[in-house]
């Protein structure tokens, strides 16, 4: 099932050229970046580097989202580490991502952060495009 929007909010324009090897920027300029294959050594980063930043951030937005609706305030040193790796499926035809979001809330009850970050996966459009696409392990730390 294709979830289509109803309403837009924010629409990011990206240019990219060179592909993993050349560079990419946003129409607004706030992202300028050198890219580079994975494991080449070579100065800047990669498509899998990107997607981690925007997937951790985008669930801690999630996390403040989801926390305000059950009044609970997120630690301020509340912090998402994503792994990201890239390699062939099953059936070695094609290439495929996986994903692990480590998520940390100190000093929050075990069981209202596991709440949290259930709730926050089921909110954060990144787990949505993701749900029953590629793997996705998220854990509490």
């Not at 100065?43 to 989801?66: D, K, R």
């Amino acid at each position: 099932m294709v979830r289509k929007l109803e309403k837009v909010f924010y629409t990011a324009q990206t240019h990219v050229t060179g592909g993993r090897d050349g560079a990419g920027r946003s129409s607004d300029g706030a992202l300028d970046v050198t890219l580079s294959s994975p494991g080449s050594g070579k100065p800047g980063t990669n498509p899998e580097q990107l997607f981690g930043v925007g997937y951790s951030a985008c669930f801690m937005g999630a996390m403040q989202i989801v926390g305000a609706a059950m009044k609970i305030k997120l630690p301020p040193d509340t912090a998402v580490d994503a792994s990201v790796s890239l390699g062939r499926t099953e059936n070695d035809t094609a290439y495929g991502l996986a994903v692990t979001l480590a998520v940390s809330l100190p000093g929050l009850d075990r069981a209202q952060a596991q709440q949290l970050v259930d709730g926050a996966h089921q909110a954060c459009p990144y787990s949505h495009a993701t749900r029953g696409n590629i793997e996705v392990v998220i854990t509490l730390v």
